[in-house]
């Protein structure tokens, strides 16, 4: 059983769908599908819309600054140790 493969584009109303004027055979396909991950093109939707987008810059945003406020508390208490010794 040779495979015939047809392909269609995407189309944002169905009422447009047509396929595509080509037909794949078995010797045009290169590559092999091993896996797929699913919902991940879900998530890669969701952070390409705005609410995904200032999702995003919230949460860099609340990262950087707890990371600042962690790294500011260790030189603090380093000089105040480094201060200790010296006494």
């Known amino acids: 059983d040779a495979w015939v493969i047809r392909t269609r584009p995407y189309y944002a109303n169905p009422e447009d769908y047509s396929p595509d004027p080509w037909v794949l055979g ?7 599908h091993w896996f797929t991950v699913p919902r991940v093109g879900l998530v ?3 952070l390409q819309s705005p609410y995904g987008i200032a999702a995003l810059i919230v949460n860099v945003t609340i990262i950087a600054s707890i990371a600042i406020l962690l790294k500011g508390d260790k030189k ?7 201060g200790d010794f010296d006494a």
């Open 26 to 32: 078995e010797d045009d396909v290169l590559g092999e």
């Open 44 to 46: 890669i939707r969701f």
């Open 76 to 82: 603090k208490t380093t000089e105040t140790s480094a």
